[in-house]
């Protein structure tokens, strides 16, 4: 490996973002430990409270969370979701939704048994409608101002989980709700489904991080095209546009891009997790800087496996003809 200088523009990126994506208080001494998931299940429809970190969470004034969390077992063990069930409002990122998707966030990133994360809507149709205009008319201008900052921060926490993140568009995906699928790492979208940056229809212009990824998505000039014409597309043209990874065809069931979404993660979970955090810390900082301070950032994530026992485990299994069984150690 060769070491980063200390204040190069590597060092500074992996010294600022390392923490979010190792787990915090894990510095790059040693691998973060991880495991199968071992929680309950929770039956399909969302039971209204989170089961993120073994607890139950207490519900809302209505009686039931908007923002929940699921952790699967069984064969489907190391995957989470974050389910999404605000029915009144589309999804519609209002304070509460966004309080709650903060605490569900807050506490998969500390879960090491998840190896891999799902959003998802509970909602037919619907992905998330993006900002909730009702609640929006009755802020000030410096309330305004506060939550979409805060909206923005959301974001780049979901961005800086340290497992892969896979957003399941099985509806409308505008504005925010856009934005929320950019922050994952992959986007699987049904053929049917509307995407679309549309807050110039508005009045507005994406805040909360959409001006910034959708063109390093797609590129500068369609990113500048689909923002000012607030244009809305399909499922199967997002794919085309590299918006999303994969565009299905909706089942009855309403939920196909969820079931790409779920076939996506049953492909990453037995792939060695310590691994797959680095690569992701590696991808998504190297983006961020030239190609030589990226290679650097490269070998101080290779490092980070060198010692792990799923290393060995690994060449093992290669020399032994099997499968390798991968512990997250």
Do not use: W
Not at 222 to 240: C, H, M
């Amino acid at each position: 490996m060769h070491p980063l200088v200390p204040g190069t523009l590597a060092a500074r990126a992996l010294t600022l973002h390392a923490t979010g994506i190792l787990g915090r208080g894990e510095g790059c001494g040693s691998p973060p430990r991880l495991c199968r998931s071992k929680k309950s299940s929770v039956p399909p429809q969302s039971s209204g409270f989170s089961t993120a970190g073994g607890q139950r969470r207490h519900l809302s004034s209505a009686g039931v969370r908007e923002v929940g969390v699921r952790h699967l077992t069984g064969e489907h063990a190391g995957i989470a979701e974050i389910l999404m069930h605000r029915a009144s409002a589309k999804n519609a990122l209002g304070k509460l939704f966004v309080n709650e998707m903060f605490e569900a966030v807050e506490g998969l990133r500390h879960d090491p048994s998840v190896r891999v994360l799902i959003v998802k809507s509970e909602i037919k149709g619907v992905f998330c409608s993006g900002a909730d205009l009702k609640e929006r008319s009755r802020m000030s201008n410096e309330e305004v101002g506060h939550f979409v900052q805060r909206l923005r921060k959301l974001m780049n926490e979901i961005a800086a989980l340290p497992m892969p993140t896979i957003a399941a568009l099985d509806g409308h995906a505008l504005g925010g709700g856009l934005e929320l699928a950019l922050a994952c790492d992959l986007r699987t979208a049904a053929s049917s489904a509307k995407i679309g940056l549309i807050e110039t229809t508005r009045g507005l212009l994406p805040g909360a991080g959409g001006s910034q990824r959708l063109p390093r998505l797609i590129g500068l000039g369609l990113a500048k095209e689909l923002i000012f014409t607030g244009r809305q597309v399909t499922g199967d043209q997002a794919l085309s546009l590299g918006l999303v990874n994969h565009a299905v065809a909706q089942n009855e069931s309403e939920d196909a891009a969820y079931q790409k979404a779920m076939a996506l993660a049953e492909e990453i979970v037995p792939q060695a997790p310590v691994a797959v955090r680095m690569a992701k810390l590696s991808m998504n900082k190297g983006f961020e800087v030239d190609i030589a301070s990226g290679m650097s950032i490269e070998g101080m994530c290779y490092a980070q496996v060198i010692p792990t026992k799923d290393r060995i485990e690994g060449m093992a299994a290669f020399s032994e003809k099997r499968h390798p069984h991968f512990t997250g150690e």
